[in-house]
């Protein structure tokens, strides 16, 4: 009997939830079964009974690989492959081999550039992000630790908006005054009023504010018949750094409250929906959301909610390679016990190895070269732990043990956001050896406060 060659079918790639899902219960196996270390990469085949090739497949995140692989790979770990685990992905063109990619290096810092050869997509977050947004009132939440790659990621989606030609305001809350989070009303004026000038409109705040009807209220009626009655396209907003609002739960309540109702406005069908449809929401934070927030009044469990994860191994690989670097994959995980999977550190490491300021080598064994390089981030990371000293405490005992310790779980959160600890549960570890060896030193009460301990 005649038989289609399409008969069989095309492999799989995990999706971002399956990942995460693949990688907590890894970590949990690495705190329990392998004193909080990294399973390398043999140690990992051996108990998936995979081949290491295949496992880099698996890692890659872009590759596709046969569903018996990641059944094989899940139930290593007690887990069951589910159907939102994983994607058939369609067909590509042969993408630019890494190697084909002729540039300098490129210094990290900030957003990466829309035109970079040096950023790696984390697939398929980019595409399934990149489309959300054209759906009609939609709401993407991007959460990830410092430096993860939120902005950047955050810039490709407003690209891709605007190419379909979407208006794009995007609100760095960081550039606001101490004195716009005094009160809800100074604060969502001043929000009108930002959004009113980025799409060149007028202010007409005094035309819409009546204090019998509330803030919300009034914010609601000056965006609905002020601002999006006079625009004919969608309008992304992208509300970057978030977690500032998070230090006045007196306005945090409302506002998030706010986004959240204007989510359901396009939802209900009634005559204003089609104008809240325009509204497209991206909301980008770093910490845990431990405010108190009513579950029907927040947008934190509604819309399409993005972890960025830390990158895996073949990515780091793939970036290397970008810088012109020919490594094996024990170099590569050499790095990344050095400085964990932050893209930030990883480029960091790759742009002056490129550059021949340093070598792996000299990373790996802490060399002073090492810390030179990291000492801006370093400096950051140490001031905001001497800005809370409930941080520095907990950390301090995190550094100074061989195993997990357990923290309160707020200040695990803060510590997660900072990219200073990997966490299961509230059980903590330090997310790396720089962070590890480096801290361990110079968070003794007789150094802390000394800026000699960052060369």
């Known amino acids: 009997m005649y038989q289609s060659k399409y008969r069989r079918r095309r ?46 497949r698996v890692h890659d995140g872009s590759t596709s690989v046969d569903k018996q692989t990641l059944k094989r790979y899940f139930s290593a770990f007690n887990l069951i492959l589910e159907a939102s685990d994983y994607y058939c992905p369609e067909p590509r063109n042969k993408e630019l081999e890494p190697n084909d990619i002729d540039t300098e290096p490129e210094l990290p ?49 407003l690209e891709r908006a605007r190419k379909q030609g979407y208006q794009t305001v995007v609100l760095n809350l960081k550039l606001a005054d101490e004195k716009v989070f005094t009160d809800l009303d100074r604060f969502l004026q001043w929000f009108c009023a930002y959004v009113s000038r980025n799409l060149k409109l007028p202010n007409k705040l005094a035309d819409y504010w009546d204090e019998i009807f509330g803030s919300n209220y009034n914010t609601t009626d000056y965006f609905e018949n002020h601002l999006l009655a006079q625009i004919d396209s969608p309008l992304v907003l992208a509300l970057d750094d978030v977690d ?53 009044q927040s947008p934190f469990n509604i819309g399409l909610s993005i972890e960025l994860p830390v990158f895996t191994s073949a990515q780091v690989q793939d970036l ?12 590569v995980e050499q790095l990344i016990n050095f400085v964990g999977g932050n893209p930030h550190l990883i480029r960091l490491a790759l742009y002056h190895i490129s550059t021949q300021d340093i070598s792996l080598e000299q990373m790996w064994q802490t060399d002073v070269s090492a810390v030179r390089i ?11 732990l001497q800005k809370y000293p409930e941080l520095k405490t907990a950390f301090e005992k995190v550094v100074k043990v061989s195993t997990s310790v357990e ?4 200040q695990a959160f803060k510590l997660q956001s900072m990219g200073l600890v990997h966490l299961l549960g509230n059980m903590a570890m330090p997310s790396c050896k720089l962070y590890c060896q480096y801290f361990g030193v110079c968070l003794s009460d007789s150094n802390f406060n000394t800026n000699e301990q960052i060369v």
């Open 244 to 296: 500032r609002i998070f230090a006045h739960p007196e306005i945090a309540s409302d506002f998030f409250g706010l986004l959240r109702a204007w989510y359901e406005k396009a939802k209900y069908g009634e005559r204003s929906s089609n104008i809240w449809q325009k509204v497209r929401l991206i909301v980008v934070h770093s910490t845990e959301v431990y405010i108190p927030l009513n579950m029907n």
């Open 109 to 157: 810092g900030g957003q990466v550039p829309l035109d970079s050869a040096f950023y790696i997509e984390r697939p398929p977050i980019e595409s399934r992000t990149c489309e959300a947004i054209l759906q009609p009132g939609a709401l993407i939440r991007i959460k990830a630790p410092q430096q993860m790659g939120k902005t950047s990621l955050m810039a490709r989606i």
């Open 407 to 410: 923290l309160d779980l707020v």
């Open 320 to 331: 290397a390679q970008r810088h012109g670097l020919n490594w094996s994959m024990q170099n």
């Open 11 to 56: 492999g799989v790639i995990l999706t971002s939830p399956g990942w995460n899902k693949l990688q907590e219960a890894k970590s949990e196996a690495e705190f329990n079964e392998n004193s909080g270390y990294r399973y390398t990469l043999e140690q990992l085949s051996d108990r998936t009974g995979l081949a290491v090739d295949t496992l880099l």
């Open 374 to 384: 990291y000492s801006d981030h370093l400096r950051h990371q140490l001031s905001n």
